[in-house]
């Protein structure tokens, strides 16, 4: 039989879930038992957690597979789930989020004022011509006013496509163009390290190339001068304000789109992954309330963009649809000092983080004493997401900021799967180290070799879902066959995820990167995660990045880019020999590193990922390919300049 993927890496470090919150969690052992009995039945009394103008006829249409359609002729409407439902039930007063803008002004806006606003927002936009179907484009920075526009949108059955603000005027075209937008929202600019960041430059330099956007909302933040286009461009006070505050939302079709979302694939043009309302919205809300075992007096932070799916998920509909007060923090975590999100966390007592591992490696790298000047004792739950958490990382989250204390949930999912999938429950599990564990209640996984066969347990192979779920991706925005193509062909009625993945002796799950940096060294298909791993796992090494070059020996060879811990840095030649060794220490010669590469910096996207295209390209010294979705292009500069550095470079 095959090997997809060799399985490398062991960990045996082991966390009981505490015994208080496991007493009182909000979902046991017995959920999985309920949902393997009667999987609809379970997803079924999910959605009715959410309120229904009129409750569905059939719980899944899977007949035109893989087109899927949940809660069939059932109606209705996010935006009333996330607010109305809340105020209307004596919550008004809650505070739906604490905002903390960069530098350090705040608004702290309760469900019932929140309700006020998007209700002026959906009136302001349909006195534009909004109606039901209709596209809107959101470019905004983390404030107040993007979840205002989003749950807008989704009120009058709008659906948005928010463009990350990062993201450069040629990507925003396309996406404008892409799901035919005729409105943009946007803002004069947002706070990053300390300085005001322009964004209505770009949107113009993008609408030149959008005949069809008729109206673009300008909502004021640094107070920046902008160029104005009379008769297209209005002030987003101007518009939004004079509006009457009452909305009486139309309940919609559970079908009914909810968002686009745009993921890069790694070729040709980005991929509008939709999500329509009732299925999502059921999937997001209860993953929110069990996997963070959610509680009323809870303050819950989801460290990340709006722009990634994340922060449509986890800061948006999941824990508005759960009444849940959330923190929303605009800038970066080092502005104006190392300590921000610490700060925050002390000071709205924020009982729950989720963030991405690159954030975890980052503190690592800076230190444990910048979060030990803080009071993190209110965590009571972190959480993980974007990748795969190194157990390194993993055990110096849980140790150094939930105090030793909090369990730490590896939660996999994808743009493409809308919420969450596969994740320990915090009063569940046992805590394993960089294992993302079992699919939850209502979720069926597997991990099968070339041929589709399940793998037995020990052995690595791709993971797919097996079962049809109801915040699954409907489509690709205008293109059904591309969505059967990428996602169902692999695998005969299954769907592909794209990812590596290994079943312990457990039968729990731990992921090992995209099955597109697979690197196959003499016929050993290596993961890029195990590596990177051992990698971590050296004191020296706060982060570590493997591709596979071309060798004329080995067919591939792995080549790894290591930034090093403040300490550990200028002794290039050195450390880099140590590091080889301790791989093929820590799993064996197979996977030993032909070069080690310390460099300052990794290029990442903006939810974190790091983009392994981009460092083969490097390996093997070619032209660097599409770098649109890189935080910061410099990188790639930084990169090469510093590798022809003497000293700095591989030890071979
Ligand atoms: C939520 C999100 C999806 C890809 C996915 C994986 C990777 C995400 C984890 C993870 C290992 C995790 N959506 N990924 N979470 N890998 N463990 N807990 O990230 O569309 O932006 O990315 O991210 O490769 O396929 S996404």
């Not at 993201?167 to 799901?179: G, H, K, P, T, V």
């Not at 390194?392 to 999938?421: F, H, K, L, N, S």
């Not at 799950?509 to 003499?522: A, P």
Request: net charge negative.
């Amino acid at each position: 039989m095959s090997e997809a993927l060799s399985n490398l890496l062991r960990e045996d470090r082991r966390f009981p879930p505490p015994a208080e919150l496991a007493a009182a969690a909000n979902v046991t052992k017995e959920t999985y038992a309920e949902a393997d009995a009667d999987r609809i039945a379970f997803w079924e009394k999910q959605a009715r957690r959410l309120h229904w103008d009129r409750e569905w006829d059939e719980a899944l249409d899977w007949s035109k597979a893989p087109f899927a359609k949940w809660f069939v002729g059932g109606r209705i409407n996010a935006a009333y789930n996330c607010l109305d439902r809340h105020v209307e039930a004596g919550n008004g007063d809650k505070v739906a989020y604490h905002w903390e803008g960069e530098p350090g002004d705040t608004r702290t806006i309760t469900y019932a004022e929140l309700l006020r606003e998007v209700s002026r927002a959906a009136n302001a936009l349909t006195e534009l011509g909004v109606r039901a179907g209709d596209r809107v484009a959101i470019y905004m920075p983390m404030i107040p006013e993007t979840v205002v526009a989003m749950l807008a949108c989704a009120r009058l059955g709008a659906p948005h496509t928010v463009v990350f603000g990062g993201f450069s005027a040629s990507a925003l075209r396309d996406r404008i163009q892409d799901c035919d937008a005729r409105i943009v929202i946007t803002s004069d600019g947002g706070y990053r390290r300390g300085a005001p960041s322009a964004l209505k430059p770009q949107v113009d330099q993008a609408l030149t190339e959008c005949p069809d956007v008729r109206n673009v909302l300008v909502v004021k933040r640094t107070d920046q001068d902008v160029e104005w286009t009379e008769g297209r461009d209005l002030w987003w006070h101007e518009a939004v304000d004079k509006q009457s505050d009452q909305h009486t939302a139309e309940f919609f079709d559970a079908e009914q789109p909810l968002y686009v979302m745009y993921t890069s694939g790694t070729t040709g043009k980005p991929k509008g992954i939709l999500h329509t309302t009732g299925g999502y919205l059921t999937q997001v809300a209860w993953t929110h309330w069990a996997v963070f075992d959610a509680k009323p007096d809870d303050i819950y932070w989801t460290a990340a963009d709006i722009g990634w799916v994340t922060g449509h998920s986890y800061i948006v509909y999941g824990p508005l649809a759960n009444g849940v007060t959330s923190v929303m923090y605009e800038g970066t975590p080092d502005t104006p000092h190392r300590g921000r999100w610490w700060e925050l966390i002390a000071k709205y007592g924020v009982s729950i983080l989720y963030c991405a591992p690159t954030a975890i490696r980052t503190f690592m790298k800076w230190g444990e004493d910048i979060p030990a000047d803080f009071d993190l004792s209110s965590l009571r739950v972190l959480g993980s997401v974007g990748e795969p958490i190194n157990p390194e990382a993993y055990v110096w989250y849980r140790t150094y900021i939930g105090g030793g204390r909090t369990p730490v949930v590896d939660t996999w999912w994808q743009t493409e799967t809308g919420g969450m999938m596969i994740t320990p429950l915090p009063g569940v599990a046992d805590g394993k180290p960089g294992a993302a564990m079992t699919p939850l209640p209502g979720i069926s996984a597997e991990v099968v070799d070339d041929a589709g066969n399940a793998v037995p347990n020990g052995a690595g192979g791709y993971l797919v879902l097996t079962e049809p779920w109801p915040a699954m991706l409907r489509t690709l925005w205008g293109d059904d066959q591309r969505y059967v193509d990428t996602y169902w062909s692999r695998f005969e009625g299954r769907y592909f995820a794209g990812d590596g993945a290994k079943k312990d002796d457990d039968g729990d799950i731990w992921l090992l990167g995209r099955v597109d940096d697979v690197m196959n060294v003499s016929g050993h298909r290596l993961s890029t995660t195990e590596i990177e791993s051992a990698l971590v796992s050296h004191p020296n090494v706060a982060e570590a990045a493997v591709v596979g070059a071309t060798d004329p020996t080995t067919g591939q060879a792995v080549v790894a880019f290591v930034i090093l811990r403040g300490s550990a840095a200028a002794s290039g030649e050195q450390a880099a020999k140590e590091l080889r060794n301790h791989v093929a220490a820590e799993i064996g010669p197979i996977a030993k590193p032909r070069q080690i590469l310390v460099v300052e910096e990794l290029p990442k996207t903006r939810s974190g990922k790091i983009m392994r295209r981009l460092l083969r390209d490097v390996a093997e010294n070619r032209e660097l390919g599409d770098v649109t979705t890189l935080t910061d292009s410099s990188v790639m500069e930084l990169i090469r300049t510093n590798l022809s550095t003497p000293g700095a470079a591989d030890d071979d």
